[in-house]
T-cell receptor, first 112, second 112 residues
Framework: GENVEQHPSTLSVQEGDSAVIKCTYS??????FPWYKQELGKRPQLIID?????GEKKDQRIAVTLNKTAKHFSLHITETQPEDSAVYFC???????????FGTGTLLAVQP | NAGVTQTPKFRILKIGQSMTLQCAQD?????MYWYRQDPGMGLKLIYY???????DKGEVPNGYNVSRSTTEDFPLRLELAAPSQTSVYFC???????????FGNGTRLTVT
């Protein structure tokens, strides 16, 4: 079945620096890759997503890139701010089962 | 438009008791999911449904059951609760064509 791996598990950056989180997936039929942000004690919230027919998508300071050949995708946050501190999850879906499977999460800490 | 509503918010169960976690969405979404999130961990898929009358197992289905008699509701049943089922349970829903899953606020369950 689908497996999504995520690295790193923790990431600390200085305010204003960039942060990159990487994920790989196992099911080559997967075609939808969302990213979620979860603040402490809150529900996960979608911040950006990408489909397999697109290589890159950007929304202000957040961008996601997808390499279908290598089966990996990445989240890029530029000009990080303290309010970006949270746990970020990648996920993959599609193929025969349409399951939405999550990575293990990355705890991002932005130091002011 | 309430989105995804989960009840109860908190519950304490004794070992061996049973309960049903309720989930309802008012967005006419086809897909619905149940996840569990253990402390400091990621989201594990328990069961999912692609439409009324159709359910399928996720990554960690043992000890749980679901039903989907209507598009709006997707209850999760715990039979013979065990301490290992202590977790936060999230329900989510999405449209089949968009894939953007919306989460409820979660149910925090403790089994003692």
């Amino acid at each position: 079945g689908e497996n999504v791996e995520q690295h790193p598990s923790t990431l600390s950056v200085q305010e204003g620096d960039s942060a990159v989180i990487k994920c790989t997936y196992s099911d080559s039929a997967s075609n939808y890759f969302p990213w979620y942000k979860q603040e402490l004690g809150k529900r996960p919230q979608l911040i950006i997503d990408i489909r397999s027919n697109v290589g890159e998508k950007k929304d202000q300071r957040i961008a996601v890139t997808l390499n279908k050949t290598a089966k990996h995708f990445s989240l890029h946050i530029t000009e990080t701010q303290p309010e970006d501190s949270a746990v970020y999850f990648c996920a993959g879906a599609g193929g025969a089962t349409n399951k939405l499977i999550f990575g293990t999460g990355t705890l991002l800490a932005v130091q002011p | 438009n309430a989105g995804v509503t989960q009840t109860p918010k908190f519950r304490i169960l004794k070992i061996g008791q049973s309960m049903t976690l309720q989930c309802a969405q008012d967005m006419n979404h086809n897909y619905m999911y149940w996840y569990r999130q253990d402390p400091g961990m990621g989201l594990k898929l328990i069961y999912y449904s692609v439409g009324a009358g159709i359910t399928d197992k996720g990554e960690v289905p043992n000890g749980y059951n679901v039903s989907r008699s209507t598009t709006e509701d997707f209850p999760l049943r715990l039979e013979l609760a065990a301490p290992s089922q202590t977790s936060v349970y999230f329900c989510a829903s999405s449209r089949v064509d968009l894939g953007q899953a919306h989460f409820g606020n979660g149910t925090r369950l403790t089994v003692t």
